[in-house]
């Protein structure tokens, strides 16, 4: 059974922070991302990477970092958490030639 | 504009209708498009993809894409109460590759 898993269902931030969320994939894939879920705004892409050490930003990239040094672990960073960071984040992989994209079961940020 | 627009809804229907869902989009640089079906407190999962233009049918749901008009569609015929998701469309350029979505359509079945 394919398997993403982020480390936590839930986290509670103060404003100024430094946040890690972490997402494993146990598939082999290269591609792994990060997306960011709102009400009314759908999954917005944060970061990218296809493979280990190399990263490009997405739509929103703006406050956050990531960092890939395994193949199967893919970090997200919160320099500085804001509450305009209070989401649910999606880690999601796939691999190149395949249509589909696995995610894990989210992480909801609120940052008070 | 965004690149993928889709109707938040919710849209409730009684168990058996058929459900249909849209998205409209605004790059005709992409070949890959697909449904994402998410539970409340879940992650997404892949319900159906299409390649390019046509119809592709999965049991009771069917995926449209009419690139001339860029209109992405979902059927689901029968509908059950367990299909009472979130959907999301979204749009690719090549298999694996970063995907851009729309903000889903909430569904409810009732039975």
């Known amino acids: 059974d394919v398997k993403v898993t982020q480390s936590s269902r839930y986290l509670v931030k103060r404003t100024g922070e430094k946040v890690f969320l972490e997402c494993v994939q146990d598939m082999d894939h290269e591609n792994m991302f990060w997306y960011r879920q709102d009400p009314g705004l759908g999954l917005r892409l944060i970061y990218f990477s296809y493979d280990v050490k190399m990263k490009e930003k997405g739509d929103i990239p703006e406050g956050y970092s990531v960092s890939r040094e395994k193949k199967e672990r893919f970090s997200l960073i919160l320099e500085s958490a804001s509450t305009n960071q209070t989401s649910m984040y999606l880690c999601?992989?796939?691999?190149?030639?395949?249509?589909?994209?696995?995610f894990g079961q989210g992480t909801r940020l609120t940052v008070v | 504009q965004k690149e993928v627009e889709q109707d938040p809804g919710p849209l409730s229907v009684p168990e058996g209708a058929i459900v249909s869902l849209n998205c409209t989009y605004s790059n005709s640089a992409f070949q890959y498009f697909m449904w994402y079906r998410q539970y409340s407190r879940k992650g997404p999962e892949l319900l159906m993809y299409?390649?390019?233009?046509g119809n592709k049918e999965d049991g009771r749901f069917t995926a449209q894409v009419d690139k001339s008009s860029k209109y992405i569609s979902l059927f689901i015929r029968d509908s059950q109460p367990s299909d009472s998701a979130t959907y999301l469309c979204a749009k690719g350029k090549a298999a694996g590759n970063k995907l851009t979505f729309g903000g889903g359509t909430r569904v409810l079945v009732k039975p």
């Open positions: 299409t390649y390019s233009s």
């Open positions: 999601a992989s796939s691999s190149t030639g395949e249509t589909e994209a696995f």
